[in-house]
């Protein structure tokens, strides 16, 4: 979501705003300080969520209607009403008005990708939690129910009832901006992370959203781009996470995204909002269209767009228009309230509403050390130099711009605002006050820690020859509406790294970044890991990590490629000059030639060699395979044993992989399943896994269905999607 979005503000803007305010003004006191005497059936909390809906509906004018379909504004905006009249919104990123007389609340809505944003605009604390691409490092469906459950709980503390987090994008470029807000690059993966995520905020009593849906796969050029992809690829890939994340959460709203998909705007597409989302998978919830992303009044509504943000440009004045002229039916405009009051009824915030209170600082805190910890990639860890014997360690070299007060964060709509100060600027790069440093120098009090911030390379390896061990924590900013121009390391960091590296072999580079980057120093330094966005606790998990206090577990939710000739797109499709003078329509296209190959499909298929394969991680321990089985049935069950055969405690990702037929035209071979399994030094596990049909499937465009494609199907489980010793083979009917 774009704060700066070139919006114009008019008097439909004016009319919209102004009915609601007063609808507000004159009915709320009396309505609220009647409270439940009045008879309000839909107030029944036995009946269902579309039966109180109904109920609501029959009881609202066209006034009330319009005013649930469009925002109202945002801090720092133009307001629509200026003078005395109030603003009714708790900061972030705007508010709904709600229906006082009939007890419908107002929705409260704010950021909360990785944390609830705007915290500094009502002076809150927020806590930041690891980012989303972090997060799915975990592979934790535990965890990722406890980062929902956080946001959810830190939401309604702060004044609000609904969430704008929950982005579930592929991967399908790492130098897309907003890489860090998404799961990875696998859609069974990334689905189920997000659903679960999304199930345990809306547990809270608020509001959930999933988004962008759809392709939203690059931020240059983001409202021009027209993304042209075969139906069969989009259902395999993008489309098929939004199906699985919306299957667990069933979330309260849906995010359009701003791009264009095969000609139209995805915020007034046909075939993504009704014919995908709310016909083949019957969602509930409504649509809301990102930040300035809608640009149509009928054609949208008739597509499927449910509520405009952040204003009411095309669904105020224009849409009541629309309405008394005839051109939008009263059915489809009562669908659309009905979407929004079902939300409002399923989530909880009608019957719960919200009270500002004080935020479980502490509690945040552990969870989020808790989550970083477990979402931290130990990439590289030559000869056993990791984890550090602190018996041993007489000297340390600490290294890196701000390495020695903070960790950097993901910018943009996502950015939560660090402690102690107030609202961060757009696209101001936030270091949280996080000190590698000093958790460093905590973990090891009989050494000496020095720092550097490696400004000057020279000094830098200077402080690494002389030191037993150098630790370099290199970073890259990342954020939305804009893309990487590569997968490099910012401001010579990757001279650094070279340069302390060879004046101290025993270097190990700590990562700090939103995707993935190229690592021409790795064969140079003994061990590396990637901490992502590690959150408001990022030290302190990164030194428990490095000091062997947490044996590393996580694993890579995408591929680390060599260099960017080796992606799909190796030059990044951009908008042709003053192409944002008219966003009327796309003014450029990006043609996904890749089709079905996504992430590691597109490396599998075009047999490229890869610096880290999706799946990869590693261990302080290790772990052996055996004894596959596969039985086929109404689910196909895969079930095989892991032993840790190592010397310490740890866990491991068990991952489950399938070949379809050849006859399906398909790539290599796809994730299918895993496992998380905790397991002590010679400790053995067996595992079962129920493979769903769905995840064997094809989509067929002829039938607008789903198919296994009858014949021979390969199972393979490793440790990774290029380490995978078991096999077997097994037909299915």
């Not at 609202?60 to 469009?70: G, N, Q, R, Y």
């Not at 609904?162 to 790492?174: E, I, W, Y």
């Not at 004045?317 to 009051?341: C, F, I, M, N, P």
């Not at 270097?507 to 790795?522: F, H, K, N, R």
Request: net charge negative; hydrophobic share 40%; aromatic share 8%.
């Amino acid at each position: 979501m774009n704060r700066l979005s070139r919006i114009t503000f008019g008097l439909s803007a004016t009319f919209s705003f102004a009915i609601g305010i007063t609808i507000f003004l004159e009915h709320g006191a009396s309505a609220l300080a009647q409270g439940q005497s009045a008879n309000r059936p839909w107030m029944d909390k036995t009946l269902s969520p579309d039966r109180r809906a109904d109920l609501v509906l029959q009881e609202m004018t066209l006034d009330e209607k319009i005013a649930l379909l469009h925002g109202n504004g945002m801090p720092g905006w133009p307001r629509a009403v200026p003078g005395a009249n109030p603003y009714l919104g708790n900061g972030g990123a705007g508010f709904v008005l709600g229906v006082p007389r009939l007890g419908i609340p107002i929705i409260q809505i704010s950021d909360a990708a990785y944390g609830v944003r705007s915290s500094g605009e009502n002076g809150r604390y927020s806590t930041a939690l690891p980012s989303n691409v972090a997060s799915a490092a975990s592979w934790d469906v535990q965890a990722a129910c406890a980062y929902g459950a956080l946001i959810g709980r830190e939401l309604r503390a702060q004044g609000y009832n609904m969430s704008l987090g929950g982005g579930v994008n592929l991967t399908r470029d790492p130098r897309n901006g907003r890489t860090f807000e998404y799961m990875g690059e696998d859609p069974i993966l990334a689905g189920t992370l997000v659903g679960n995520r999304i199930k345990c905020e809306q547990a809270q009593h608020v509001i959930g959203d999933t988004k962008h849906y759809a392709l939203n796969d690059q931020e240059s050029g983001r409202d021009e781009v027209n993304v042209i992809i075969s139906k069969r690829a989009m259902r395999e890939s993008d489309l098929l996470a939004f199906q699985i994340d919306i299957e667990i959460a069933n979330p309260g709203a849906v995010m359009c995204s701003y791009n264009a998909v095969n000609g139209d705007y995805a915020c007034e597409n046909k075939y993504l909002l009704t014919d995908v989302l709310k016909k083949d998978w019957n969602f509930k919830g409504f649509v809301l269209s990102d930040w300035g992303g809608t640009h149509s009044t009928e054609k949208a509504s008739t597509a499927g767009l449910d509520h405009e943000e952040p204003m009411d440009d095309f669904f105020g004045e224009k849409l009541r228009q629309a309405v008394q002229g005839g051109r939008v039916s009263q059915t489809e405009l009562d669908d659309h309230v009905h979407r929004v009051l079902r939300s409002e009824f399923a989530s909880g915030i009608v019957d719960d509403p919200v009270q500002k209170s004080v935020v479980d600082i502490e509690g945040g805190l552990e969870t989020s050390r808790h989550i970083a910890e477990q979402s931290i990639v130990l990439l590289k860890n030559e000869q056993g130099i990791l984890p550090l014997d602190r018996a041993k360690l007489r000297s340390i070299a600490v290294i890196g711009l701000n390495a020695n007060t903070g960790m950097i964060s993901g910018g943009g709509s996502a950015q939560v605002d660090p402690p102690g100060r107030g609202a961060t600027k757009w696209k101001e790069h936030v270091w949280f006050p996080t000190s590698p440093l000093k958790a460093i120098a905590a973990k090891a009090p009989g050494a000496t820690v020095e720092f550097d911030s490696g400004a000057d390379r020279a000094s830098a390896a200077a402080l690494a020859k002389k030191s037993d061990v150098a630790i370099v924590f290199a970073y890259q900013w990342t954020s939305e509406d804009f893309d990487l121009p590569s997968l490099s390391l910012p401001d010579n960091q990757d001279a650094l790294i070279e340069q302390v590296a060879a004046a101290n072999p025993r270097t190990i580079v700590v990562l700090e970044t939103g995707s993935a980057v190229t690592m021409p120093w790795l064969n140079q330094v003994g061990g590396a890991l990637e901490a992502w966005y590690a959150g408001s606790k990022g030290e302190d998990a990164v030194a428990n990590i490095l000091f062997g206090d947490v044996n590393p577990s996580a694993k890579l939710p995408m591929t680390f490629p060599r260099s960017e000739a080796d992606l799909p797109h190796p030059h990044l499709v951009t908008p042709p000059p003053g192409s944002r003078n008219d966003e009327a329509k796309p003014t450029f296209e990006v043609h996904y030639d890749e089709g079905l190959k996504v992430g590691y499909k597109w490396y599998d298929a075009e047999n490229k060699p890869v610096l880290f394969p999706f799946g990869y991680g590693l261990s302080y321990t290790t772990f052996s395979y055996s004894g596959l089985k596969v039985t086929s049935g109404s689910e196909t069950t895969v079930s095989f044993t892991v032993k840790n055969t190592g010397s310490s405690a740890g866990a491991e990702i068990a991952e489950v992989y399938a070949a379809v037929p050849a006859s399906a035209g398909e790539p290599p071979k796809r994730l299918v399943g895993w496992d998380k399994l905790h397991l002590n030094a010679g400790e053995s596990k067996e595992v079962s896994a129920s493979v769903r049909p769905l995840y064997l499937s094809v989509y067929d465009e002829g039938s607008n269905s789903w198919k296994v494609v009858p014949g021979s199907y390969t199972f393979m489980v490793g440790g990774s999607s290029r380490s995978l010793p078991l096999v077997e083979k097994v037909n299915l009917k």
